[in-house]
């Protein structure tokens, strides 16, 4: 609010002093109205300035400054070549502009390359105190996973939710769809949950692209001006960051990295769930999703069996596990001879309901010594 007040004033105060002064020859009203319009402009190069690194900032001005000492070099050589008239004027002021802009570019664009730790003093201590930005996506979080994962205490730095992703996700809650309306609202309460952790510092920022209308393009766009990472499961996001050169962190990635490893070999004993769709298979599950298609188990779906497993696919929608089941093995197993506790084992069944007495014990007489 005090900037917006001190933006008000600075834009009245131009106005101000275009009216009394009349730079522009014209009437007050007019340069008064001039005076507006040249302190919106100053106030529009300022917002877009704000968005702009400290290293494109350093380096624009540094392209700038070499652009005018080579326009000043050049003017020289215009005026000891060109007649004095309206043409060398024109010829000065053009090639003022062109390297100046040219400077501003070439310079903001290197920028990047600077190490500014490497001059010290105020820019070393800068790198030191650099925060790490995590910007979350609709998808994350709407997942919710996320926030099991911020209460472990695995993210640091700064967690940053756009505007523009709490817009999409009042959409996705106001929506008339009661799927849509219920994950819209889900990702309110998770956003909710993740500021009452202590330990997660999230903040809401304002910067918008208006340029830019998809919301996935806004996110790699934000995450390369706050020099962050997303934080998304979404596929295809995470591709277009990768191509663009932004770091992502994909929730799906990580929950298949803490997985179990399973070998080729080895023994499961998984519950069979349903009707694999190859012939004679059956589906099963693990406790944290994996799929697990059996051969020959078919006719043991609503049974645990033990399996082997033969082979491990790994793809981008998660991890499979292929295994068969031995029915004969299994025969064998259960037609194994187990042993018998006689001492505890129940009164063997006499048929006809004969009831078989115990003998009485029978007292043996000892010779008196």
Request: charged share 20%; proline share 4%; net charge positive.
């Amino acid at each position: 609010m005090d900037l917006v007040l001190v933006r008000f004033l600075f834009v009245l105060i131009v106005a101000v002093a275009c009216y009394f002064i009349q730079p522009f020859g014209r009437s007050a009203n007019f340069d008064a109205g001039i005076g507006v319009l040249i302190g919106l402009g100053v106030i529009l190069f300022e917002w877009r300035l704000r968005l702009v690194s400290l290293k494109r900032l350093i380096g624009a001005a540094i392209g700038s400054i070499l652009g005018i000492i080579g326009a000043y070099l050049f003017a020289l050589v215009v005026r000891s070549s060109v007649p004095e008239g309206h043409t060398q004027s024109f010829l000065q002021i053009l090639v003022m502009l062109l390297m100046a802009y040219v400077g501003l570019i070439v310079g903001a664009n290197k920028g990047d390359l600077l190490n500014l730790a490497a001059l010290g003093g105020i820019f070393g201590g800068e790198k030191q105190s650099k925060k790490s930005y995590k910007i979350l996506d609709t998808s994350v979080i709407i997942d919710g996973r996320i926030a099991d994962i911020a209460e472990t205490g695995f993210l640091d730095g700064v967690i940053v939710t756009p505007q523009f992703v709490l817009r999409e996700l009042q959409l996705v809650a106001d929506s008339a769809d009661s799927l849509k309306r219920n994950r819209g609202r889900r990702g309110l309460d998770i956003l909710q949950r993740l500021q009452k952790i202590a330990s997660v510092n999230i903040q809401i920022v304002e910067d918008d692209f208006p340029s830019v209308r998809e919301v996935d393009l806004k996110l790699i766009e934000l995450a390369k001006l706050y020099e962050g990472k997303i934080i998304t499961n979404d596929f295809n996001l995470n591709k277009v960051a990768q191509l663009q050169g932004v770091a992502v962190l994909n929730i799906n990635e990580l929950a298949n990295s803490l997985k179990p490893i399973v070998l080729p070999g080895e023994t499961m004993r998984v519950f069979i769930l349903k009707e694999g769709k190859e012939y004679n298979q059956g589906v099963a599950y693990l406790d944290d999703g994996t799929m697990v298609v059996v051969d020959n188990a078919r006719k043991m779906i609503g049974k645990t069996i033990d399996i082997s497993v033969t082979s491990v696919l790994q793809t981008t929608a998660g991890k499979m596990i292929f295994g068969k089941w031995d029915e004969r093995a299994a025969a064998r197993q259960d037609a194994t001879p187990r042993p018998v506790n006689l001492a505890s084992s129940p009164a063997t069944p006499v048929p006809n309901g004969v009831e078989v007495k115990k003998p009485p014990a029978v007292m043996v007489d000892r010779p008196a010594e």
